[in-house]
Nanobody
């Protein structure tokens, strides 16, 4: 069974940091791109960051560039999202998703999603 499990969301004060994890199973992890998305209350889902299967290529939304860093450990079948200088506007459920093609992940045209982890940034 293909599965993505996000973890390590939580409550943090503005200016603080969190590192999210996305643990994968059930597929050939190092053949797939992984993306992070978020959905704030009452808003549409938006792409946050994406990493290619090898980790050589990364993408970031303009709103998080310079503050968020995506990385992956193919030996552990895990992708991370380091989030620094968090702002209240980052409050959302964060999801990871996967597809063999990085362009599909960047476009959000993917079918395999995790269940999400809640991030709350207090002001």
């Amino acid at each position: 069974e293909v599965q993505l499990v996000e973890s390590w969301g939580g409550l943090v004060q503005a200016g603080g940091s969190l590192r999210l994890s996305c643990a994968a199973s059930g597929f050939t992890f190092d053949a797939y791109a992984i993306g992070w998305f978020r959905q704030a209350p009452g808003k549409e889902r938006e792409g946050v960051s994406c990493i290619s299967n090898s980790g050589a290529t990364t993408y970031y939304a303009d709103s998080v560039k310079g503050r968020f860093t995506i990385s992956r450990d193919n030996a552990k079948n895990t992708v991370y999202l380091q989030m620094n200088s968090l702002e209240p506007e980052a409050t959302a459920v964060y999801y990871c998703a996967t597809d063999p093609y990085v362009r599909a992940v960047v476009a959000g045209s993917v079918e395999v999603w995790g269940q999400g982890t809640m991030v709350t940034v207090s002001s």
